[in-house]
C-alpha cells in the first residue's frame, strides 16, 4: 500500500513530464537537424524543394504560401490564452513570420532613400510631380536670379555660369522624377549623377556671387550663410556617396539620412533667394524681355526724363512673391 501510494506522488508525475518531454524535444532537434541537411543539400544544387503533400485528417488544413525560402508551413494553432501555451505559440508565430516573410537583406533594408520613397504608385505619382514642379521652380529662380543680377548690377562670368548649370539640374531632377530606380535604373542614376553635383555647383557660384556682389553688411550676413549652407550641403552629399557603397546596413542607413538632409539644405538654400527677390519689379522682366540689356533700357529711360517725357517707376509688385 504504501509502495503504491508512493507511486502516485507528484513528484513521480514530474518526472515522468520531463522525460516526456526531453524525448520530444530530442526528436524535435532531430527534426530539425534534417531540415539544415536538406536546405543545404538544396543550396549546393540549387534545386527547387518540393512542398510535402498534406496529411490526411490533420487540424490544420489551410497551408500558407511558400515563402522566399520554399519551405510551406501552415498557419500555427489557435493561441488558448494559457500561459503554459505561450512560449509554443510565439515559437511557431515565429517561424512562420520568418518562412512567409523572411528578413530583407542589406540592400533591402534601406527604403527610405530619396529614389526607394517613390517607386511603387501611389507615391511614385508624388514623386514625380514633386520632382517635376522643382524642376520648374529651379528653372524659374535661376532666371529670375539671373535678370535681379543684372538690373542690380551687371553680367558676369559667375552669373551665366549659374544660369546654365541651374538648367543642367532641372533637365537631371526631371530625369529623377520620370524614371524610377526600380523601373529604369540606368537613367534614373544618369539623372541622380546630373542632379546632384550641379546642385553643388550652384550653391558654391551663387555663394561667390553673393560674396562678390555684397555692399552692405546684411548682404555680406547672406553671403556668410549661403557659405555656411554650401560647405554642410558639400559634407552630406559626400557623405551619402561614400555610406552608400558599404554593405552595412547602419551605414547605408545613414546615408539615406545624409542624402535626405542635403536635399533639405539644398531646398532652404534656394529660399535664401527671399532676401534679394523682395525688391524685384518690372524691370527685372523687362530686362529678360531685352535679352539682358539693363544697360541700354536705363539709357533710354534717361533720356525721356531729360526730354520732359512721362516718369515710370517701376515699384514692386507680385513678382516679388514668387
Request: with cysteine.
Amino acid at each position: 500500500m504504501m509502495e503504491s501510494a508512493g507511486a502516485g506522488t507528484p513528484g513521480s508525475g514530474v518526472e515522468e513530464r520531463v522525460q516526456k518531454h526531453a524525448v520530444m524535444l530530442h526528436h524535435l532537434g532531430v527534426a530539425m537537424d534534417r531540415v539544415v541537411q536538406t536546405m543545404d543539400c538544396w543550396e549546393r544544387q540549387r534545386v527547387p524543394p518540393v512542398p510535402p503533400p498534406a496529411q490526411q485528417g490533420s487540424p490544420l488544413l489551410t497551408p500558407s504560401a511558400p515563402g522566399s525560402s520554399g519551405i510551406c508551413l501552415t498557419l500555427p494553432k489557435e493561441y488558448d490564452g494559457t500561459a503554459s501555451h505561450c512560449q509554443g505559440f510565439l515559437l511557431q508565430l515565429d517561424l512562420y513570420l520568418a518562412t512567409i516573410h523572411p528578413a530583407p537583406l542589406g540592400h533591402e533594408r534601406v527604403s527610405s532613400l530619396v529614389s526607394k520613397c517613390g517607386t511603387q504608385p501611389p507615391e511614385s505619382c508624388f514623386f514625380s510631380l514633386f520632382c517635376s514642379t522643382g524642376c520648374f521652380m529651379v528653372m524659374l529662380i535661376g532666371l529670375l536670379r539671373y535678370a535681379h543680377i543684372i538690373e542690380k548690377h551687371e553680367n558676369c562670368v559667375l552669373n551665366t555660369a549659374s544660369l546654365s548649370t541651374g538648367w543642367i539640374c532641372a533637365a537631371g531632377l526631371i530625369m529623377v522624377g520620370n524614371f524610377q530606380v526600380d523601373n529604369a535604373k540606368v537613367l534614373h542614376y544618369v539623372g541622380a549623377g546630373v542632379a546632384f553635383p550641379t546642385s553643388i555647383l550652384i550653391v558654391c557660384l551663387q555663394s561667390a556671387l553673393t560674396h562678390r556682389l555684397a555692399k552692405t553688411h546684411g548682404e555680406y550676413n547672406v553671403g556668410q550663410l549661403r557659405l555656411g549652407m554650401s560647405l554642410l550641403a558639400f559634407i552630406s552629399l559626400v557623405l551619402s556617396g561614400v555610406f552608400f557603397i558599404q554593405e552595412s546596413f547602419a551605414l547605408q542607413h545613414a546615408s539615406a539620412i545624409f542624402e535626405w538632409l542635403f536635399c533639405i539644405i539644398i531646398m532652404l538654400f534656394f529660399g535664401t533667394f527671399a532676401f534679394e527677390f523682395g525688391d524685384m519689379s518690372g524691370d527685372t522682366l523687362m530686362v529678360l524681355a531685352r535679352g539682358g540689356g539693363v544697360q541700354g533700357f536705363s539709357n533710354s529711360d534717361h533720356k525721356a526724363e531729360e526730354a520732359g517725357g512721362p516718369k515710370h517707376h517701376y515699384q514692386p509688385d507680385g513678382i516679388a512673391m514668387l
